[in-house]
C-alpha cells in the first residue's frame, strides 16, 4: 500500500529544492563575476561595444583597400587617409538658411539670417511657455476665454560673421552635429577634418601681390624685363607663370610631357628653365606655376578613352568654346598634372596653382544625365575635385612648395558646388591657398543688389570676400584667402566701365579693408595699367595675337554665372 505524504512533507521537500536551486543560481553568478574579472574587469556591454568598434573599424579598412582605380596607380588611400570628419562636440552647424533673434521670441524682424553650414555654438538653452487666450461662446450665449500653453525650446547661440563675433536667439532643432550633415547624401565622404598647412624654412610665405604672365610674355626677353621694371616701381613681388597651359602645352620641355603625354613638350618656349628662374630669383620674385589640371585638349586627343563623352552620340562633350574636357575622375591625368607640378617645384617654383580644378560647366549640372563622366568610382563631383588636391598636397609637400587652388568667385556666396565640384570648404580645407576669381564683370546684373557689378569694382569685391571669409570660418583649418583680381576692361558687359589704375586700387582696398592683403592681377594680354604715372618708355614688345585672343577669350566665360 502506497503512503500518502502529508502536507507538511510537501511543504519540507518543495523548500529543500528551492535551497538546491538557489544555490546553484549563486555557484553560476559567482563564476560569471571570476570571468568578468579575468578579461580585465570589463563588462559584457563594454565587451560588446569594443568588439563592435574593431569590426566597424575591419570594415573600413577593408573598404579604403579595396577602392583602387582600375587604369591607375593612385590609390584612394594615397589620396585620403580619413573618409570620417571629426565630430566636434563644441561645434554645431546649422541645416537649413535661418533667422536670429535679439530674444528667445519671434519677432517681425529677425537680427541676422544664417546660411545652411554656418558654424556655430551653443552657450544656452532655454524654455519659453507661450499662453494663447480664445474666446469662445458657450451654449448659453455666454462667453469665456481660454487658454493653451505650449512650450518652445531656445538655443542662444554665439557665431562668427563678416568679422565679428555675434550672439543671439534660435529656435531648437535647426542644428545638427557636423558640417557633412547639412550636405546632400552623395558628398558624405567629403573630408573636413583638420589638415596641418606646413611653413617651410626655406620656402617662407610672402604677402602676395602678383600678375598673371602667359608662357608667351615669359619666353620673350624684353616682356620679362619690363615685368620685371614694374615689380620694382609698384608693389608687385610675384608672377603667376603658365607652365601647363589651357591648350595643354607645357612651358618647358618635361619628362612627364614625354611619359603621359609627349605633343605636350611641342612647343615649350622656355628652353633653359634654370636660367629663367634664376632670372626670377635674383630679382626677388615669387613664383607661382599656373597647372590647368582638366581642360586640356591635348591630352584629351591623345588619350581620346579619358574624355567626356555625350551618352546620345557618344561624341567628346565640349562647352560653347569647342573645347574638349577630360574626365576629373581620370587618375592617370591626376598622376601626370602632380608630374609636371613636380618638376616645376624642382625647378624652382615656390608655389603650384591648380586652375581649371573643376568639371565643365553643364548648365548647372541638368546636361549630367547625358553625359558619361568615366566615374567607375561613383564618386560625387565635390569628392573627386576635394581628392584630386589631397593628393597633390600628399605629392608635393616632401618638395616643400605651397599649393593652391582657383575657383569660381561665386563658389564662396553659394552653398553648393556650381554643379563644378568646387564646394567651398571642401576645397579650402585642403589647400595652402583658394584663389577666387572675384572679377566683377563676371557677376550678373543685380547680383549683391548692384545694377551693374562691373561698375562697382569695390562693393563687388568686399561682398564676395565678405562670403568667403564667413565660408571659411566654417573649418579648422581654412585656406588663406588669395583673390584674382581684374585687371582689364569687360567691353561685352552692358554698362562696363574701363579699368585703370583707380579701378585696380578699388578692388586692393575693399581686400584691405576685410584684412587682406594678398591678390593677384589678371591680364590676358599682360598689360598692368596700375601706374597714375607710368614711365614714358618704348612700346613694350607686343604678345602674339593669337595668344592675345586666346586669352581674352578666356576672360569672357560665355559659361552661365549663377547669381547668389
Given at each position: 500500500?502506497?503512503?500518502?505524504?502529508?502536507?507538511?512533507?510537501?511543504?519540507?521537500?518543495?523548500?529543500?529544492?528551492?535551497?538546491?536551486?538557489?544555490?546553484?543560481?549563486?555557484?553560476?553568478?559567482?563564476?560569471?563575476?571570476?570571468?568578468?574579472?579575468?578579461?580585465?574587469?570589463?563588462?559584457?556591454?563594454?565587451?560588446?561595444?569594443?568588439?563592435?568598434q574593431k569590426l566597424e573599424d575591419d570594415k573600413k579598412t577593408t573598404e579604403e583597400t579595396e577602392k583602387i582605380e582600375e587604369t591607375s596607380t593612385v590609390k584612394d588611400d594615397d589620396v585620403q587617409e580619413k573618409t570620417s570628419e571629426i565630430i566636434n562636440d563644441k561645434y554645431k552647424y546649422t541645416k537649413g538658411n535661418i533667422r536670429v533673434f535679439k530674444e528667445a521670441k519671434i519677432t517681425p524682424k529677425a537680427e541676422d539670417n544664417l546660411k545652411i553650414g554656418t558654424r556655430l555654438e551653443v552657450i544656452?538653452?532655454?524654455?519659453?511657455?507661450?499662453?494663447?487666450?480664445?474666446?469662445?461662446?458657450?451654449?448659453?450665449?455666454?462667453?469665456?476665454?481660454?487658454?493653451?500653453?505650449?512650450?518652445?525650446?531656445?538655443?542662444?547661440?554665439?557665431?562668427?560673421?563678416?568679422?565679428?563675433?555675434?550672439?543671439?536667439?534660435?529656435?531648437?532643432?535647426?542644428?545638427?552635429?557636423?558640417?557633412?550633415?547639412?550636405?546632400?547624401?552623395?558628398?558624405?565622404?567629403?573630408?573636413?577634418?583638420?589638415?596641418?598647412?606646413?611653413?617651410?624654412?626655406?620656402?617662407?610665405?610672402?604677402?602676395?601681390?602678383?600678375?598673371?604672365?602667359?608662357?608667351?610674355?615669359?619666353?620673350?626677353?624684353?616682356?620679362?624685363?619690363?615685368?620685371?621694371?614694374?615689380?620694382?616701381?609698384?608693389?608687385?613681388?610675384?608672377?603667376?607663370?603658365?607652365?601647363?597651359?589651357?591648350?595643354?602645352?607645357?612651358?618647358?620641355?618635361?619628362?612627364?610631357?614625354?611619359?603621359?603625354?609627349?605633343?605636350?613638350?611641342?612647343?615649350?618656349?622656355?628652353?633653359?628653365?634654370?636660367?629663367?628662374?634664376?632670372?626670377?630669383?635674383?630679382?626677388?620674385?615669387?613664383?607661382?606655376?599656373?597647372?590647368?589640371?582638366?581642360?586640356?585638349?591635348?591630352?584629351?586627343?591623345?588619350?581620346?578613352?579619358?574624355?567626356?563623352?555625350?551618352?546620345?552620340?557618344?561624341?567628346?562633350?565640349?562647352?560653347?568654346?569647342?573645347?574638349?574636357?577630360?574626365?576629373?575622375?581620370?587618375?592617370?591625368?591626376?598622376?601626370?598634372?602632380?608630374?609636371?607640378?613636380?618638376?616645376?617645384?624642382?625647378?624652382?617654383?615656390?608655389?603650384?596653382?591648380?586652375?581649371?580644378?573643376?568639371?565643365?560647366?553643364?548648365?548647372?549640372?541638368?546636361?549630367?544625365?547625358?553625359?558619361?563622366?568615366?566615374?567607375?568610382?561613383?564618386?560625387?563631383?565635390?569628392?573627386?575635385?576635394?581628392?584630386?588636391?589631397?593628393?597633390?598636397?600628399?605629392?608635393?609637400?616632401?618638395?616643400?612648395?605651397?599649393?593652391?587652388?582657383?575657383?569660381?568667385?561665386?563658389?564662396?556666396?553659394?552653398?553648393?558646388?556650381?554643379?563644378?565640384?568646387?564646394?567651398?570648404?571642401?576645397?579650402?580645407?585642403?589647400?595652402?591657398?583658394?584663389?577666387?576669381?572675384?572679377?566683377?564683370?563676371?557677376?550678373?546684373?543685380?547680383?549683391?543688389?548692384?545694377?551693374?557689378?562691373?561698375?562697382?569694382?569695390?562693393?563687388?569685391?568686399?561682398?564676395?570676400?565678405?562670403?568667403?571669409?564667413?565660408?571659411?570660418?566654417?573649418?579648422?583649418?581654412?585656406?588663406?584667402?588669395?583673390?584674382?583680381?581684374?585687371?582689364?576692361?569687360?567691353?561685352?558687359?552692358?554698362?562696363?566701365?574701363?579699368?585703370?589704375?583707380?579701378?585696380?586700387?578699388?578692388?586692393?582696398?575693399?581686400?584691405?579693408?576685410?584684412?587682406?592683403?594678398?591678390?593677384?592681377?589678371?591680364?590676358?594680354?599682360?598689360?598692368?595699367?596700375?601706374?597714375?604715372?607710368?614711365?614714358?618708355?618704348?612700346?613694350?614688345?607686343?604678345?602674339?595675337?593669337?595668344?592675345?585672343?586666346?586669352?581674352?577669350?578666356?576672360?569672357?566665360?560665355?559659361?552661365?554665372?549663377?547669381?547668389?
Amino acid at each position: 500500500m502506497k503512503h500518502k505524504r502529508t502536507k507538511q512533507q510537501v511543504w519540507f521537500i518543495r523548500k529543500v529544492l528551492f535551497s538546491i536551486f538557489c544555490y546553484i543560481v549563486f555557484l553560476v553568478a559567482t563564476v560569471d563575476i571570476t570571468k568578468g574579472m579575468s578579461l580585465g574587469e570589463q563588462s559584457l556591454p563594454e565587451e560588446k561595444a569594443v568588439l563592435e568598434q574593431k569590426l566597424e573599424d575591419d570594415k573600413k579598412t577593408t573598404e579604403e583597400t579595396e577602392k583602387i582605380e582600375e587604369t591607375s596607380t593612385v590609390k584612394d588611400d594615397d589620396v585620403q587617409e580619413k573618409t570620417s570628419e571629426i565630430i566636434n562636440d563644441k561645434y554645431k552647424y546649422t541645416k537649413g538658411n535661418i533667422r536670429v533673434f535679439k530674444e528667445a521670441k519671434i519677432t517681425p524682424k529677425a537680427e541676422d539670417n544664417l546660411k545652411i553650414g554656418t558654424r556655430l555654438e551653443v552657450i544656452e538653452e532655454k524654455k519659453v511657455e507661450i499662453v494663447k487666450e480664445k474666446t469662445v461662446k458657450k451654449p448659453d450665449g455666454k462667453t469665456e476665454v481660454q487658454k493653451t500653453t505650449t512650450v518652445e525650446n531656445w538655443e542662444k547661440i554665439s557665431y562668427q560673421k563678416n568679422r565679428e563675433k555675434r550672439t543671439g536667439w534660435i529656435k531648437s532643432k535647426q542644428l545638427v552635429d557636423s558640417l557633412g550633415a547639412t550636405l546632400p547624401k552623395e558628398w558624405k565622404n567629403l573630408d573636413f577634418s583638420p589638415i596641418e598647412k606646413k611653413n617651410y624654412p626655406e620656402n617662407k610665405r610672402r604677402e602676395v601681390r602678383g600678375i598673371y604672365v602667359t608662357s608667351s610674355s615669359a619666353s620673350l626677353t624684353k616682356r620679362v624685363d619690363d615685368l620685371i621694371a614694374l615689380s620694382k616701381r609698384t608693389k608687385i613681388n610675384a608672377f603667376v607663370i603658365d607652365v601647363k597651359e589651357d591648350d595643354g602645352t607645357l612651358l618647358f620641355k618635361m619628362k612627364a610631357g614625354e611619359k603621359y603625354n609627349p605633343n605636350a613638350n611641342r612647343r615649350s618656349p622656355i628652353k633653359d628653365i634654370d636660367k629663367f628662374m634664376k632670372k626670377m630669383k635674383d630679382n626677388n620674385i615669387y613664383t607661382i606655376a599656373r597647372v590647368v589640371s582638366f581642360k586640356d585638349p591635348t591630352y584629351a586627343k591623345a588619350n581620346p578613352d579619358k574624355a567626356i563623352i555625350t551618352k546620345s552620340t557618344g561624341k567628346p562633350f565640349t562647352n560653347s568654346d569647342g573645347v574638349i574636357w577630360v574626365s576629373p575622375h581620370d587618375r592617370y591625368l591626376w598622376e601626370y598634372n602632380i608630374a609636371v607640378a613636380k618638376e616645376a617645384a624642382l625647378a624652382g617654383f615656390d608655389e603650384i596653382q591648380f586652375d581649371y580644378v573643376r568639371f565643365p560647366a553643364s548648365n548647372g549640372g541638368k546636361l549630367d544625365k547625358d553625359l558619361d563622366y568615366r566615374n567607375p568610382n561613383k564618386e560625387s563631383k565635390p569628392e573627386t575635385i576635394q581628392k584630386y588636391l589631397q593628393y597633390a598636397r600628399k605629392e608635393l609637400e616632401p618638395l616643400g612648395v605651397y599649393i593652391a587652388a582657383d575657383v569660381y568667385g561665386q563658389v564662396g556666396s553659394l552653398p553648393d558646388d556650381m554643379a563644378l565640384g568646387q564646394h567651398w570648404e571642401s576645397v579650402s580645407n585642403v589647400v595652402d591657398y583658394i584663389c577666387p576669381m572675384i572679377y566683377p564683370s563676371h557677376y550678373g546684373k543685380g547680383v549683391y543688389g548692384l545694377p551693374v557689378p562691373d561698375a562697382e569694382p569695390y562693393k563687388t569685391v568686399y561682398r564676395s570676400t565678405q562670403d568667403s571669409m564667413n565660408r571659411n570660418a566654417n573649418i579648422d583649418t581654412p585656406a588663406m584667402i588669395r583673390p584674382w583680381i581684374q585687371a582689364f576692361t569687360a567691353r561685352w558687359v552692358k554698362g562696363y566701365i574701363t579699368y585703370g589704375p583707380e579701378q585696380i586700387e578699388l578692388q586692393v582696398k575693399a581686400l584691405k579693408d576685410l584684412g587682406i592683403n594678398e591678390y593677384i592681377l589678371w591680364s590676358p594680354t599682360n598689360r598692368y595699367r596700375i601706374e597714375k604715372n607710368p614711365p614714358s618708355d618704348k612700346k613694350a614688345e607686343p604678345v602674339k595675337e593669337k595668344e592675345a585672343t586666346k586669352k581674352a577669350t578666356e576672360v569672357k566665360k560665355t559659361e552661365e554665372v549663377k547669381k547668389p
